[in-house]
């Protein structure tokens, strides 16, 4: 495949102090919509909790609605397993992300946002109440109406997917609604809502000091700017690290990897694992045409080195989803079960190495008709952890 | 109008139409699991998935709307392939007892096989849940044989507001019920049953009371005494492959014979006997409200005939409890008849008397073992059993149901009027007790066509009327002019709005119809399946011709009745009436 042309960059934007805040609110609050729609959408920023739908877009969908009731959600519900890099967010930049909100309520129509800070975040929850004293205090100053309430969830991994958030914010159980319809019409409440990651929001408010054009600059076609990756697992150097988007993976292992990296989980359990012999063809970023083999990610990035299982690799997954799916539709419920069923099986040498391949099919089946991402997602590692580690599979 | 092809055909569709609404109105089926129209839209289970082009995933058919140009498979390659898939994956956490199982034949989990046809089992694994819940005299809960489809959670929630039936945990460990450690005999269940109308497996079911009758019947030194309720003949020939809608009063009676009842009583009669009470009492109540000055009238007057609906006041309710009619429930009352009118006539023991009830109804399993519904000491009604097991004890004594010759009722409590056979129906008991009242009241028929209150027909959940009263007996002048305001609602979420007013003080009726099941006793808990509204309406006309039918269409005008009171209640409301035929209520907790 294509050979890589960026080399890893390191950025510090998300980090770099957030003392002009009350300046940016200012200035952004002044300009009108539809310039700052603009802006994000020239940025060509991707949403950043993974799933890599444009900002702008979003933004402009929501403003368009006519609803007098909207919403500004910020998904603070920091939940896939190695990822680590919005809590550091929320404890050192808060203003940054508040500020983006606030940005968004003006721009969609809003005067109401949400930070869902997940369960076990409950430590951040006075400082970050701190943060949004002093910038309500400031919003009531100059006359802007606009209040950030902290909402506090429960533990379940579900609750990141935007519609089981709503749900779980409304007080019923979290599991994910059918869509359409989308959040930017009947989001929280049924109203009109923009959830955005909360490293999404910290990005918005660097376009909006810079202008897109700096953010633009950064990364690779359909992968533009910066981000945050929270590399954990056989690395001597462990830790949060912004980077232009569009590296190749293999700079990557070059950088973080303790020499004998056999494989890289991109994207947390939820996402794609990379064996050794794929890394100089993966790129780290958003799919596109030009790109080749190019993996999203929410940020976590785990290496495993050759002292590693991937049987128990992929075993430690599957007991994950198996107890967060959040039971509602056929496939994820069951299907994550019966996988690791199945690999149990056959490592017990109960079932023959053919059943592997059965296994597959189900996880294709999981692929296609799971009711939203979890579900979806399985298959991913499942395949990949079969496909180039058969063998510590089966003995 | 949205343009869109299915399997290479074009079709036009009203916008909002769903990918499988839209394949259903041109005859493309696609299998389907967990939907139930217009009630349960959720897209749990995935069988009904079909390919877009275009979509990076499959689409549940039954949640996703037809959008112009869309271009749908619903049989390609992949779409049969993960179909197979899915179900087998059902499969792999469902019991394969199929031949020891009640529902067996009666499944549509075994429908869906016969569809999608698997011969071999690759997912064989952990079983979820192993709980049976018996606690409770009228519903089983056996959660091993659930299939997680939340038909039960989207009733019990969204239709009648109970809130019970819940998932429960996540992931595989998911399971449907009352909370944890939650007994259903010991919840605030109404014992309604809709959720076992729904189950599409044996998850849910009756708690078959067939071997106590089968054990009765063989007792020769016991007289057994069966009754069927109104709603009972509109639905039994389903379980015989008629028509919904057809039907089977006389081919009932012949086979309850065949069965070996001694005798045969029909409910209704006991029906006719609760216009008189019930009729007597609203009366009452409203010469209290017009003629004294105290506050001691309680208006509105609720009806009383549904055990699930009075359950749910008394959880729910329980300081408004004084609404209710006193009257008990048709069949106790004929079962308290039976052992004391009835055995003294014929001279039975009334030890030695088995009554058995045969009801649409899940929620009288529970009324029976009530304490007020004994007397001296002895039950009223002994067993119930539902339409749904009549009809298995039809199947199992080999009776030839089709061909049966009619048959009758039993004399004396069997003879009964078209106001009877209406309360099989919502609406109706409002009807037959107005029917009554206002004659009584002003010496003349009630004005309407045929007899009807046409804005208290049909299958609305809240439905009013108003009743003029113009020229009264002379007893009753104090009503002259009164317009008396009547509600009917079926399905309890309607009686919960009905009910806060009455809490806020506003309500501004004065007599109310609840029953507890969405439609009335046609579409109640214990009915053969499939309800839906289509079959609702079909019973709810055979109902209505059954009444149109009779020359005798008035509860007060029935001949038996006034013979009943004549040798041996006395009056309406009189001592033995009390002590037979009213009941009291009990404040129960809200959780």
Redesign the interface.
Known sequence: MSTPIYQLKRVDFIFKDEKDWKEILKNSINRPAHELINELISSELKGRGGAGFPTGLKWKLAAEVDDPIKYVICNADEGEPGTFKDREILSKVPLKVLTSMAVCGHVIGSKEGYIYLRGEYFFLQPELNKSIGEFKDYCNEINFDFTIKIFMGSG?Y?CGEETALFESMEGK?GEPR?K?PFPSTFGYLGKPTVINNVETLAHCYTIFEYGSKRFYDLGVQYSRGSKLFSVSGDTPKPGIYELELGMSLVDFVDEFGDGDTKAVQVGGASGFLVPRKGFRETTIGFQGKLTGISLPTGGSMMLFNSSRSMYNVLDNYLEF???????????C??????LL??IKAVKRGEKNAQYLN?LM??T??M?????CGLG?SVANSFSAIVENFREEMIY | MINLTINNKKFQVEEGTTIFDAAKLNNILIPHFCYMENVHQIGSCRICVVEVEGGKTLMASCVTPATEGMVVHTNSERVRDVRKVIFELMLSDHPKECLSCWRNQNCELQDLGNLIQLHEFRYEGAKSKDVVDSSSPSIVRDSSKCILCRRCVTVCNEIQGVGLMNPHHRGFSTFIGPSEDELLGESVCTNCGQCVLVCPVGALKEKDSTAAVWEALYDKSKTVVVQTAPAVRAALGEVFAYEPGTLVTGKMAAALHQLGFDYVFDTNFAADLTIMEEGSEFLERVTNAFTTKEKDHVLPMITSCSPGWIKFMEHRYPDQLAHLSSCKSPHMMLGALTKTYFAEKMNINPAKLYVVSVMPCTAKKFEITRPEMFSNGLADVDAVITTRELGRMIKDAGIDFRSLEDGEFDSPLGLSSGAADIFGTTGGVMEAALRTVHELVTGRELPGIKLHIKPLTGLSRIKTAELKIENPLPAYSFLNGVIVKVAVTSGLKGAAELLEQIKNGTSPYHFIEIMGCPGGCISGGGQPRPVNDAIRTMRLEAIYREDEGKLLRKSHENVDIQMLYRDFLGVPLGHKSHELLHTVYTQRSKN
Request: positive net charge; charged residues 25%.
């Open positions: 379940a579900i159980r059918n359409p989803f198996r107890e967060e799916s959040c039971g509602q539709c056929t496939p419920r069951v299907g994550c079960q019966q069923n199945g059965k099919r189900l294709e089946t692929q296609y008709t799971a009711k979806q």
